[in-house]
């Protein structure tokens, strides 16, 4: 059966179909950001207003578990307006009937077919194996020189995120999984794939540059250059997934088990049932790493050819 999965709205053009300017399309989602990461940052000035919070909290390594909760609200609200709503709304508003494009939101993200479940236990796979060479160019990204303004950065959000992953309790546990796990596999990749990555493929002719310039902004994003190259690479895996199988449900789905997995890691370590401490230093042979990146385009290689002879996501 044809696989339909990298067809883009530019494919087979309808006549009177009207397709949004990609230009517009992403300030609009960037604009949307910043507005939803206002009403975010507004929410949380009224919560902790009605609990008397202090706003100028600082989180720690040895925070106490009240402060702890309190910056998973912070980051929690911030995410939820400015991915999961300011990402629906764009695709909402370029996309909802009547603006002529001949497609709707839900088919335009690609979240309105349920995903062949192998092709997810592939990508799953593919996570597994790429790891090592991920930590690998971990190792190589922080041994690159940085100013000092980007290491005094990078040093307070490592203590930010050392206090989250201070987990004494199952409800910290389940926090911790919403905030780090479920909230990005969502509104990241509604953002960074469903519009980013998809309004690029609409302007740049050769899609596996389009992938990369969505994975390098993907990657800058997130402000922490000390793991930018890694960040990059997973970006890039995740598009690749979205690009391929043509559903969102994949990369979001890979997302989520990727940082699902550092959490329940970082969890079980503090309950002593783990004797990985994911807070350090993992030094990966290169050996590891080469035949990392070579179980990962095997992997590639039987997702590509799954997508190929399927109707995917039927």
């Not at 996309?95 to 062949?116: A, E, F, H, T, V």
């Not at 080469?290 to 997508?307: D, H, Y």
Request: charged share 15%; hydrophobic share 50%; glycine share 8%.
């Amino acid at each position: 059966m044809e696989n339909n999965s990298n067809k883009t709205e530019t494919d087979n053009p309808v006549r009177g179909q009207l397709f949004p300017s990609p230009g517009l399309v992403m300030l609009t989602q960037l604009g949307l950001f910043i507005l939803g990461s206002g009403i975010g940052a507004l929410l949380y000035g009224v919560i902790s207003r009605l609990y008397g919070w202090d706003m100028a909290l600082s989180l720690l390594p040895d925070s106490p578990e009240a402060d702890r909760w309190q910056i998973r609200v912070q980051l929690g609200l911030g995410h939820l307006a400015g991915f999961c709503a300011s990402g629906l709304f764009t695709a909402w508003l370029f996309y909802r009937p009547g603006m002529g494009s001949g497609i709707s939101w839900p088919d335009y993200l690609k979240i309105n077919r349920k995903p062949d479940w192998l092709v997810v236990a592939l990508a799953l796979l593919l996570m597994m194996v790429s790891t090592p060479f991920v930590l690998f160019t971990l190792q190589l990204n922080q041994d690159i020189p940085m100013p000092e303004s980007f290491k005094l950065a990078e040093e307070q959000a490592e203590l930010v995120l050392k206090g989250l992953l201070n987990m004494e309790y199952p409800s910290e546990l389940i926090g911790n999984l919403l905030l780090i796990a479920v909230l990005p596999a969502i509104g990241e990749e509604i953002v960074f794939r469903g519009i980013v990555q998809r309004q690029l493929m609409r302007v740049i002719p050769n899609p596996i540059a389009a992938l990369f310039l969505a994975a390098v902004i993907f990657s800058l994003a997130h402000f922490q250059m000390e793991g930018f190259i890694p960040r990059m690479i997973l970006g890039l895996i995740l598009g690749w997934l979205y690009w391929k199988c043509g559903n969102l449900w994949v990369p979001s789905i890979a997302h989520l088990f990727n940082n699902g997995a550092q959490v329940l890691g970082q969890y079980l370590h503090k309950q002593g049932l783990s004797s990985v401490n994911l807070e350090d230093d993992i030094n990966v042979p290169t050996a590891v790493a080469l035949l990392s990146l070579i179980m990962a385009f095997g992997v590639i290689t039987l997702i590509n050819r799954r997508t190929d002879t399927s109707e995917y996501g039927s």
